[in-house]
């Protein structure tokens, strides 16, 4: 089955499994089930079944999965087997959070670039990296094989940027502007807004 035909939905939920099943490898039985996985994170061992079955066959009956190779399988799919250098746009405080946050690497992912357009910004140190001028991407960006971005400047100036990754060859953005940013269906992007997140737990509480 072709990775578009695979609803954005299940594939939301597989670094869940990877990341509970991460967790879990320290624990002394090297199986885990559906039912065990499914208790830990809240979600059905038929949903959890079913999501894996896009993929082929995982588990065995009575034994369950294999963790470690369902790990590998998992990163396989997501294509996080190898490492991904990340650009980072925005050295603001979002900007310096994230080129600080270790928990990038830990998970494959590395900042490799930082690019900002402020005069006072451009060519100061942020955590070792050189903050670049942001009209130097698709000169930078191309030859060091960078084709996932995170966009952490203001709102306005964010569908400028989201256009000039573009143009750089990026075909993937994390954003943390809170608007919605138009790019060709090429290009993935996927929003981090907390206030969005913290509009759609209120409507609970
Ligand atoms: P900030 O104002 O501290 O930093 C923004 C950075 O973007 C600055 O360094 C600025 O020079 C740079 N910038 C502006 N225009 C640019 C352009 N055209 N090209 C390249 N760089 C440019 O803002 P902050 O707080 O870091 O927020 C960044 C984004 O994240 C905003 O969209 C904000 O709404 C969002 N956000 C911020 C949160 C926070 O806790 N600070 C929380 C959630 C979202």
Redesign the pocket.
Known sequence: MASTDIPDIVISRLPIYLRALTRMMDEVNPNTSSKELGERLGISSAQIRKDLSHFGEFGKQGTGYDKKKLIDQLRRILKVEREWDVAL?????????LAHYNGFLDRGFRIAMI????PH?IGTQLNGFEVYD?ARMSELLPPNGIVLAM????????Q??AN?LVEAGIKGILS????NIAVPETVRVQD????AQLQRITYYV
């Open positions: 746009v925005g050295a603001g405080a979002i900007g310096h959070a690019f900002d357009s402020d910004k942001v966009l952490a400047v203001p709102a306005e100036a964010a400028l940027v000039q943390y502007a809170p608007i981090i807004d907390p206030v």
